[in-house]
């Protein structure tokens, strides 16, 4: 069975730094865009930030400078280094990827909460 893993969330300070992973698991599927999104509570979830397998990024305007999404395409991991988190950053964080014309996310996704 497919699954996107993440971790790496946890509590932090305004202005502390995350550093999130998401890893494929019971697959050898080659992802080709992946991406990282967030659901604050009551809110709707909303795109962080994509990667191509090429690794070109797009990134939403409240993170842009602060987020870097990367991949290592030959360990099917892709992660997201949160820097100056704010507590608007606060949210599940959940990975999705792109294999045979299929998105495989909605894992249980990693929390990140930022205090003030």
């Known amino acids: 069975q497919v699954q996107l893993v993440e971790s790496g969330g946890g509590l932090v300070q305004a202005g502390g730094s995350l550093r999130l992973s998401c890893a494929a698991s019971?697959?050898?599927?080659?992802?080709?865009?992946m991406g990282w999104y967030r659901q604050a509570p009551g809110k709707q979830r909303e795109l962080v930030a994509q990667?191509?397998?090429?690794?070109?990024?797009n990134y939403a305007d409240s993170v842009k400078g602060r987020f870097t999404i990367s991949r290592d395409n030959a360990k099917n991991t892709m992660y997201l280094q949160m820097n100056s988190l704010k507590p608007e950053d606060t949210g599940v964080y959940y990975c999705?990827?792109?294999?045979?014309?299929?998105?495989w996310g909605w894992g249980q996704g990693t929390q990140v909460t930022v205090s003030s």
């Open positions: 999705n990827g792109l294999a045979r014309a299929k998105w």
């Open positions: 990667i191509t397998i090429g690794s070109i990024t």
């Open positions: 019971g697959t050898l599927l080659s992802f080709n865009d």
